[in-house]
Each structure stands twice: as C-alpha cells, then as structure tokens.
C-alpha cells in the first residue's frame, strides 16, 4: 500500500510517501514540505498548495491520502488555513479517486510512539527508526506527514482485513 501523508497547514503543508503493509517494512518514497509565503493572498496560496499536492498525487500514485484532522484551537486565525490546506489535500484526492482517512493527532502519536500524548521529538525519532533513515526529516511538519502515512498503513490495513471479513461473512 502506498499512502501520501499530509500534515496540513498554510505555511507550510509537510507530506510523506510511504510504502508499506501490516507487518512488512515500511519504505520512505518522498518527504517535504509545501511552502507558501504569507505575504500572498489566501486564494493564490491555496492555488498554490493545490499545485503541490497535485504533483505529489500525479507523481507518486497513492492508494489513499491520509491527513491529519483538524482540530479547534485557540488560534482561529491558524485553525482556519489548517482547515483550508486539509480541504485542498481532500480536493486533490477525490479528483484521482483516491480515499481519504483522517486520523487525529494523538491517534497518530499513538500508533507511531504508543502513547497519544508524545511530544514532536519523540514522533520524529519513532519515524525516524520505522523508517531506518539517518536522521529526522525537517522541519517537523515533514516529520508529521511521515507519522500520518505510517499509521495509515498500520491502522488502515487492520480496518481493510476487517472489512474485507464483514463483506466475506454478509456474502456468505
């Protein structure tokens, strides 16, 4: 399975391809961050975005798109172009046909380190091992995309088993 994961966000957007199955290695393909300068205008940088996630779809070929939720902060400034950038990452996905699963930031953390309540340092150095590089990707958001696809590939195999198994018991 191949999952382009999306840490979303209107500055800077990280994504992360990865290959991987339940209980097989997990393969880094790409990892990088989307940039747009603030001094644009929310249309263009949107545009902009779009731009990335198009090539990232058109170039890698993903199974599914994973992005993180978003989720009310206090900051409704911020919140609002994560919530923007996320929109645009599940625009990109549907124009291919590809799924799209949210996973939330501590179900993420969860899955990568085994606790929901790991700091960013603590995520990186998980990925950073899983995925046998030598050395964290950076910035963090990058990092963060990376998390996003391996607990798609983790979590998401478990749930297509399990489905494929309620279909294979209601066909019956």
Request: net charge positive; glycine share 8%; charged share 20%.
């Amino acid at each position: 399975m191949r999952v382009l994961g999306i840490d979303p966000g209107l500055t800077r957007c990280g994504f992360g391809v990865v290959d991987g199955a339940v209980g097989r290695a997990l393969t880094m393909v790409d990892v990088g961050v989307y940039r747009t300068s603030p001094d644009l205008d929310t249309a263009r940088r949107l545009h902009l975005l779009e731009q990335g996630i198009e090539a990232s779809v058109l170039q890698h070929r993903p199974d599914v798109v994973a992005i993180e939720r978003v989720f009310s902060q206090h900051n409704v400034r911020t919140v609002m172009g994560t919530a923007q950038a996320s929109g645009i990452a599940m625009l990109v996905a549907a124009r291919h046909g590809i799924p799209v699963q949210l996973h939330t930031p501590s179900e993420v953390k969860a899955s990568v380190t085994g606790s929901g309540r790991a700091d960013k340092p603590q995520v990186a150095q998980m990925v950073t091992r899983l995925l046998k590089l030598t050395e964290a990707p950076k910035p963090a958001d990058a990092a963060d995309a990376l998390a996003l696809a391996i607990c798609q590939v983790w979590r998401g195999g478990a749930q297509n088993r399990l489905q494929d198994a309620i279909d294979k018991a209601a066909a019956r």
